[in-house]
């Protein structure tokens, strides 16, 4: 693993319990290189465990909602939460899955000029009020969401995607985690 | 357990996965009722996991921060997020770990007011800054909370438990879940 | 008197003037302690006086606001001004008057969460708008008022109870008053 | 008196207890005119002595500071508030008290730009704070103003004038109190 | 030229290139004095010229907005920037176009308070959305503003007039530009 | 030229006046396409001509700001001001005069973790002072930019670039401009 870009040292594969170790690896053989989350988590095993369950739990299930919608949840609060590792390394993932190129660098400066469809409008409003001013969340913002054809599960899906990248922003400010040079180019 | 206060149904013991229905009869055993937290989560078996992992291996944990001072952090930055569950739940907890009753309404409305040791305060600083604005650490933010005693891992602690209410303040916030009674008056 | 716990030496009752002297000792009667505020301002006789004058005009005036309805108005914006006297001490007389022990908790960290009527939430809401944005007041909020069945009086009297307790905020911020013990618990 | 300008009407002098009307009487044979928040609050008596009494303890009251600088507070923190109400008459007032015609007009709408001397830019910067966000007062503000030769009952009068200002500014607002006309070309 | 009274030395007439010494004659000339920010721009000729050039363009254009309505832009947004220069010398402007000598005071202050027709409160509305937010401008701004006569042309012009002087208060600042004693009671 | 992806009409070459179609050749046979700012504007002549005055006057004069640096400027505070346009066309050039193809990503999302010399971390913490609250600039910023090796001219420099764009980016969200495709991934 390279030497940390941040505050902490990055973990190193041949020191971490085995079941990180698996994972991580996994990891590797499916993008080429290890994104630096898992091997600025990795030194506090059970912080990893549970934020990689948490996020395959949100990210990895099959919903209503697209690995490219939900890609762009975290790439519109991360850009609010002005995190470069979330933003960088997610905009690659929504390149990806999207395979609209152009998309997440309109959706990390201002999602309302970026082109998406207008339940995709409404998925990325909510996020965002999630991500900034949760408390204000009102039965109303239940009711227009049904009027894009979501569901209450899919709303929770949309906020659980916002708080976690609450979470991971918030990690990855602290630790100052910069993303690998892989993600920029990823996609385009 | 009780109906839901908030916006999704609270899940009921006897259809939860065994290991989610032994944890929850664990915390009830304990505490003498069963958080809505738990109830709430627990329709979601993989994001409950998941959450209560996080939560364990922050707050449980045997580190330099006291239960209480955990706590404290807990409710200053749900306080900075209005999150009502959180606030009134974990200023219960603060109660009973800090035995000083007073502490929890000091903290939760403004933590600079509140009757803390100079290295709680700095400590609060931080965790706060994590919460509100934690694009803005910065190497500096290390400097003085060193020169308070805490070495990086506790940093990392402060902000991991920031980060982690983050997260949960949101959830609240989106299913609308209300404290328990009990919470209430614990510990006054 | 106590000992003042905030930047200001507390005023003692047989250096203050008649009137003032009498003041208290009606609220001590009454209460069973003095309130810091009291003691606080009592050095300034002068403010004391139009301070407590104020105050009374206020908030022992019949009209169409219960007094419970009152204490809300205060707990809300004192919240959102993160004044811990004004919060704590008037969350007690909420709890007293309202005769519903949880609601000060929950209005003090997020009215829009809290147990109260619709007619009761527009009135926080208003509230909130001359606590924090005075600026932005329109006819269109008297129209929002008028529809939850309150007059124009009603609305002076909703408005003036929050820009008095702007007021009243800032001088307890400013002294560093704390809350008597007494209030933490007051109608649990 | 006018027609009332704003939300509510003007109290006529005829229908005012008689201690308003005196009062009201002997202002307007200062100042020429009535100023519209006297026939404003004139119609809440016991409001209006209130106001009255406070104003006439923080504005009238000899101490270390100047007339001139009382109304430097007065229009600073308005400004913030954005009253025009406040702003316009204290304006004139400050113009007529310094005899510096230009420096109201400055203050209004920045401060930091206006032509004062350090330590009346000391007392501004802290009654800005007050004005905005009093929850951040901490000893230090005392430790600065000290340096300016304030004393710790110079540091309340600057903190009570702003306090008071933030109950007028938002009571102007609510009732959409318009200045005379005279106010605003007033010792130009 | 008079010395400057900011951060940079004003230019002199004799020594700024033929074309802006015939630029600043002319207004002199018109004004009766060399408005500041004259002087202060001339020692940049190529900055001097666009700045001009793009202030005549939008300023001195014949279209739908008057030219007071062009001054009200100014002035609202110049106050929201806390500009000292540009919210005292169109006051000026402003007072003299619109022979109404009260609506410049009000207009800086509170724009929502001012003595104003429904078209041009609109107007306001929108002209402090590109000074303040203007990523979130949308489509529906467009349709308030054709409800109220102005045709997309028309939007151009106000959120461009807003737009310049988000530069023009910008540049005031950095500089510390004051204005000329005469602007304050030009008009009154 | 292509159609609009905005609010208004692009520009076409053959209806534009003489000079102005002939800059934007000129423009066309450097980057090998026509940027859309250049086609939004030719529609107001006198605004284009204005505009690029000024651009070219600040981002082509040879100065103590390299090109690449001034670009920095440019990145960073539309990334404030949510520019979807000026992000990614400025974040093209800066990738391309820096040659270093992962920085403009990064200042975009936040400067503060961008691999950027102290001398240019503190003209990015004064540019962003600029674009974001310029009212609070104060002589103690000069000091600390000149402790950097910046003297008086380079602020302006700097400062003119950040209120330039302050301009700029309002056009670009009002007229809702897109960058052109070729953008995104120039310089990677």
Redesign the interface.
């Known amino acids: 693993m390279p030497q940390s870009p941040g505050?902490?040292p990055l973990a190193e594969l041949k020191n971490v319990p085995e079941d990180i170790r698996e994972h991580i690896l996994k990891v590797q053989e499916k993008a080429g290189f290890i994104p630096n989350v898992f091997a600025a988590l990795a030194r506090?095993p059970?912080?990893f465990?549970?934020?990689f369950?948490?996020y395959?739990?949100?990210m990895l299930?099959e919903n209503a909602l697209s690995k490219a919608e939900k890609e762009m949840i975290v790439v519109a609060t991360s850009?609010a939460?002005?995190?470069?590792y979330c933003?960088?390394a997610h905009s690659a993932m929504l390149r990806v899955y999207s395979k609209q190129?152009?998309l997440a660098?309109?959706i990390?400066?201002?999602y309302?000029?970026?082109d998406v469809a207008p339940r995709q409008r409404a998925m990325l409003d909510f996020a965002m009020k999630?991500?900034t001013e949760?408390?204000?969340?009102?039965?109303q913002d239940?009711v227009t969401l049904r009027s894009h054809g979501f569901n209450?599960e899919d709303?929770?899906d949309i906020?659980?995607i916002?708080?976690?990248f609450?979470?991971?922003?918030?990690?990855a400010?602290?630790?100052?985690m910069?993303p690998n040079?892989e993600f920029?180019?990823m996609g385009?």
């Open positions: 505050r902490y506090r059970a912080e465990r549970a934020f369950a948490y395959d739990a949100l299930k850009g939460n002005n995190c470069v933003v960088v190129p152009l660098d309109q990390a400066v201002n309302r000029k970026a999630v991500a949760s408390y204000k969340i009102s039965d239940f209450d709303v929770w906020g659980a916002a708080a976690f609450a979470l991971s922003n918030r990690m400010n602290l630790t100052s910069m040079a920029y180019s385009r």
